[in-house]
């Protein structure tokens, strides 16, 4: 699963590909927003990444990345 984070004053955004479902990391992000605290998420390689809340500009979950093409198909 793909997750995009968009940080106040950074031009750049997050990308997190973590092995958790959409319904798992929604429940992560909208408790750290309430909470108001650091959001913290781990990625496929077993790194955290924390962001404090009041910094995030937006979230973006994305689909799996598991069904992603790479290279040139076929259609």
Same mark, same amino acid.
């Given at each position: 699963m793909e997750v995009k /984070?968009?940080?106040v004053y950074t031009p750049?955004?997050?990308i997190?590909? #973590?092995d958790d479902d959409a319904s798992t990391i #929604?429940?992560?992000i909208e408790e750290a927003m309430t909470a108001e605290s650091i959001l913290?998420? #781990?990625d496929t390689k077993?790194?955290?990444?924390g962001v404090p809340v009041?910094? /995030?500009a937006y979230v973006e979950v994305g689909s799996?990345?598991?069904?992603?093409q790479v290279g040139f198909g076929t259609r």
């Open positions: /984070i968009g940080v750049h955004e997050l997190v590909e #973590t #929604t429940s992560v913290w998420l #781990t077993g790194r955290r990444i009041d910094k /995030i799996d990345a598991s069904g992603r």
